[in-house]
């Protein structure tokens, strides 16, 4: 990934922070996103698809540890390219989400809009 800007869909965003420092297999990387507030689950197709564009593009790799319950499991890491875009997207939706609290769209510190009481 030599200087080339990576542009994540935001899938495959969640997946790099799902899985963080960490090694994780699917079932494990869906379940992680499951648990987040206002998070829409990813589907089975989603999230494998995601990650082999995630494996594609070196942001992503298959580690040798295998689960004991089940061999085929596979798990994977973040790679340094994989880190950078993270850090790279986080960096870019935080500006979005500063120009969106400018324009009056955010409250300040407010992670989405309060809706009135009707």
């Known amino acids: 990934m030599s200087g080339r800007k990576v542009r994540l869909t935001p899938p495959m965003f969640q997946i790099l922070v799902a899985v963080g420092p960490e090694e994780k297999h699917g079932y494990a990387i869906m379940q992680d ?5 206002g998070h829409s689950t990813l589907g089975p197709g989603t999230l494998y698809r995601s990650i082999k564009q995630l494996l ?3 942001l992503l790799e298959e580690t ?3 689960a004991e ?3 085929r499991r596979r798990y994977y890491r973040v790679t340094d390219a ?3 875009a993270a850090s790279s997207e986080a960096d870019r939706l935080e500006q979005l989400l500063t120009q ?3 324009k009056g ?3 300040r510190g407010s992670p989405s809009p309060t809706p009135e009481p009707g």
């Not at 996103?33 to 507030?37: A, N, R, T």
């Open 64 to 66: 040798a540890k295998r």
């Open 105 to 107: 769209l955010l409250k």
């Open 69 to 71: 319950d089940d061999p």
């Open 82 to 84: 994989g880190a950078a």
């Open 56 to 58: 594609d593009q070196g």
């Open 33 to 37: 996103l499951d648990g987040l507030e």
């Open 100 to 102: 969106a609290r400018t």
